[in-house]
């Protein structure tokens, strides 16, 4: 399976990447400064770009089997960003029938944390929860195979392979997850064709 991902030098990015070449997966990055990505191997293209340029995101899904997306947002306010670069990526994998996509937003997207946490989040991510929920809302839209992730707090820690799922809200008492636990969900429900049309919690 030949997948590319948006967003493969970010910290999450990275960690799908990685464990995706290690399960044998061909993997293309396409990243807007390749000296980010800091992963060599023979499986790995790596594409240069910016995912808010139509044309560079749907010229480089051609020819793949699946999309992940871990773009994330520049600062804490307004902005649209995510929304443009998703619909970008929607773009060029209906241009080129490509089905199944992953998305990385956030816990707190549909405003499921409850109490103080909940709160916080809402304070202070609104601007970024809000443009992951319109990009979401493309996906949901559209008639692609997609997946949501909706990890709580990330966290750099090894993978586990251990942490809880739920298609309503987010685990309870969850408050944390590792982003190579993260990957480690994306890498097992693009493999087993799980989830799909599904946006799911994940937390420890």
Request: proline share 2%; with cysteine; charged share 20%.
């Amino acid at each position: 399976m030949k997948i590319i991902v948006f967003g493969a030098a970010g910290r999450t990015g990275k960690q799908f990447v990685q464990q995706a070449l290690d399960m044998g997966y061909i993997v293309t990055a396409f990243v807007r400064t390749p000296s980010k990505l800091g992963i060599i191997h023979e499986n790995l293209k790596v594409v240069q770009g910016d995912a808010l340029n139509q044309e560079s995101v749907v010229k480089a899904i051609s020819s793949h089997d699946a999309v992940i997306s871990c773009l994330g947002g520049q600062g804490l306010g307004p902005t649209t960003e995510l929304e443009e670069m998703t619909a970008n990526i929607v773009a060029g994998m209906k241009q080129h029938n490509v089905e199944r996509v992953l998305y990385v937003a956030s816990a707190g997207i549909y405003k499921e944390i409850s109490g103080i946490v909940g709160w916080l989040a809402q304070r202070f991510l609104k601007n970024v929860l809000a443009d992951h929920r319109h990009a979401v809302n493309l996906l949901e839209q559209s008639e692609l195979a997609w997946t949501i992730a909706r990890p709580m707090g990330l966290i750099d820690k090894p993978v586990t392979g251990q942490y809880r799922i739920t298609q309503e809200g987010v685990p309870k008492r969850g408050r944390q997850i590792a982003r190579a636990d993260v990957a480690h969900f994306l890498l097992y429900a693009l493999s087993k064709q799980e989830y799909i049309k599904e946006s799911i919690g994940l937390a420890y």
